[in-house]
């Protein structure tokens, strides 16, 4: 019942926000009489804030059409490498006359709430430097039921598919949720042996969840498996082509982002309010929430999966993780560089909790392992914005470097 509730109260209001905004463009535009009046400026504002508030947020796009190399102009080209139900992989090919030869880099975005999107300016920096594909996870609600089911082990091997697709030449860099299932997959390759990327660097995921436990993590913790099944879990409504597919809906996890840190984005919206009043674009709030608003539905076996095995049993940290009856065994990575990144003031991944890895890849020698520690930077600040540009991404770079073979 709680998708239904959600699309009436979006049906109801829809048309609300939508004559905001033609009041605000009412109370702006050059040619209007209206925006000469008194205040005009404070009711534009208004009616513009609320017409945000209450619009639906469509997918964005990555929108990068271009790029620097050796201080080179280079056209960008967003293609589609494989298509799976649940995942589409891209491609920012750059179109020169003759290859670059640069690292070939698997960028795998997390699965827990936003589109792969979130990680543009991760994508737009590492172009300079590296031939970047990235995962692209499909809004759950939009698979049909006949593609079936997806699984957190479907993760792993979607993750492991990429991979041999791009070769022993690969290199793989995983933010957030999937440093799990990443670690996973090159852990069961290299027990198979099966061909392994170059290098593997984990940013701010929850590889030990036990260690400097977050709000999310205790959330995760603390709450009973059957908690989250029968409060966060619904189906999709007739309206979609999901239809019938249990999910753990988008607007839910919104809704969960946003408690975490309400007076901050009180905060954010009175500043957008009070800059648009005073004539001010209000560009950078603009550009954050048109991200952050748009979120996905992910499937119910994935979510309540990585629940129970990722936050509950800690099942990669204590050894117990089986795939399709194969125990996941980082010990048996050797020949793969690891490089590990942590933000210092990080409130959804706690420090230490990525560095775990290091630990549990034992067997890859010291000269071939690095851990990063950036102290100011929270979560998203590790893969995004000045830091991540001036700071944590050319020791990414470097690191491929270094093991490019």
């Known amino acids: 019942m709680l998708y239904q509730i959600h699309e009436l109260q979006h049906a109801a209001i829809s048309p609300m926000a939508q004559w905001a905004d033609a009041v605000s463009h009412l109370f702006t535009s050059a040619v209007s009489p209206l925006a000469y009046t008194p205040f005009a400026q404070n009711i534009a504002a208004g009616a513009e804030l609320f017409h945000r508030i209450g619009k639906d947020y469509k997918k964005p796009g990555f929108n990068i059409e ?10 960008i080209e967003e293609t589609l490498a494989v298509d799976k139900p649940f995942c589409k992989l891209l491609h920012f090919a750059k179109k020169t006359r003759t290859p670059l030869n640069q690292p ?9 709430g936003h589109h792969a999107t979130l990680l543009r300016d991760t994508v737009r920096v590492l172009l300079h430097e590296q031939d970047v594909y990235i995962t692209d996870w499909v809004d759950a609600r939009m698979v049909p039921l006949s593609e079936g089911a997806f699984h957190l082990h479907d993760y792993v091997h979607y993750v492991q598919d990429f991979i041999r697709m791009l070769g022993p030449d690969v290199h793989v860099m995983a933010i957030c949720q999937p440093t799990v299932p990443v670690l996973a997959a090159v ?52 309206n979609y082509p999901g239809a019938g597919r249990r999910v753990y809906p988008g607007f839910l996890q919104h809704a969960g982002f946003i408690a975490m840190n309400p007076e901050k984005h009180m905060e954010s ?13 209000a560009d950078a709030h603009v550009k954050f929430y048109d991200e952050y608003n748009a979120v996905l539905d992910m499937a119910a076996e994935f979510y309540l999966e990585t629940i129970k095995i990722v936050f509950q049993d800690f099942a990669l940290a204590n050894g117990t993780w089986k795939v399709d009856g194969k125990l996941v065994r980082p010990q048996d990575i050797k020949n793969v560089a690891l490089l590990t990144v942590e933000g210092g003031k990080d409130d ?58």
């Open 66 to 75: 271009s790029t620097t190399v050796d201080g080179h102009f280079v056209e």
């Open 104 to 112: 070939k880099l698997l960028l795998v975005a997390p699965l827990s």
């Open 187 to 238: 852990s069961l390759m290299a027990s198979a042996g099966d061909i392994q990327p170059r290098t593997m660097t984990l940013m701010g995921g929850p590889i030990d969840g036990r260690i400097s436990p977050t709000e999310v993590n205790k959330l995760a913790h603390d709450r009973p498996y059957d908690w989250f099944e029968n409060t966060v879990i619904d189906v999709v409504p007739f």
């Open 269 to 281: 919206y009175l500043h957008f309010y009070e800059d648009r009043a005073h004539g001010h674009p």
């Open 348 to 405: 959804i991944c706690g420090i230490g909790q990525t560095e775990a890895a290091q630990k549990l890849c034992a067997s890859i020698p010291a000269e071939h392992r690095k851990h990063h520690v950036e102290p100011d930077s929270g979560h998203y600040g590790i893969f995004s914005g000045r830091r991540w540009r001036e700071n944590i991404c050319p020791i990414v770079s470097s690191f491929i470097r270094a093991h490019n073979g």
